[in-house]
C-alpha cells in the first residue's frame, strides 16, 4: 500500500491551497483519513480526520477555514485550507487506516509530506 500527496506549495496570508492524498496497492478497505502537519520545531499535530462514513473532526486552529472530504472510489483524501495564515505553515502528510489483503491485517499508512509555506 502508498500513499502519494499532492498539492503542496507557497502561497500568500489569506490564500487558499488544495491538498490531495491518494492511497494504492492491495486495499481491501479504507477507514478513518486525516492529516497531520509538523512545523519547524514543534511536534507533528492532527488537522483533520475523516471517517468512512464521511464524519470529520478538525483541530481548533484549522477549524471553520480548512475542509477535509474524501473520494472512496478513488481512495483518495483532500484537505482545502483556505484563509491561510502564517502559522499554518509545515509539512503536512496524510494517514489512513487501511485493510491490507497482503499484509491480512489493518494498519496506518503514511504518504509522504508536503510542504506548505504560507508567506508574502
Known amino acids: 500500500v502508498q500513499l502519494q500527496a499532492f498539492g503542496g506549495g507557497l502561497v500568500q496570508p489569506g490564500g487558499s491551497l488544495r491538498l490531495s492524498c491518494a492511497a494504492s496497492?492491495?486495499?481491501?478497505?479504507?477507514?478513518?483519513m486525516g492529516w497531520y502537519r509538523q512545523a519547524p520545531g514543534k511536534q507533528r499535530e492532527l488537522v483533520a480526520s475523516i471517517s468512512s462514513g464521511g464524519s470529520t473532526t478538525y483541530s481548533g486552529s484549522v477549524k471553520e477555514r480548512f475542509t477535509i472530504s474524501r473520494d472512496n472510489t478513488k481512495n483518495t483524501v483532500f484537505l482545502q485550507m483556505s484563509s491561510l495564515k502564517p502559522e499554518d505553515t509545515a509539512v503536512y502528510s496524510c494517514?489512513?487506516?487501511?485493510?491490507?489483503?497482503?499484509?491480512?491485517?489493518?494498519?496506518?499508512?503514511w504518504g509522504q509530506g508536503t510542504l506548505v509555506t504560507v508567506s508574502s
Open positions: 494517514n489512513a487506516e487501511i485493510t491490507d489483503y497482503e499484509l491480512g491485517s489493518t494498519a496506518n499508512f
Open positions: 496497492g492491495s486495499i481491501i478497505s479504507i477507514n478513518d
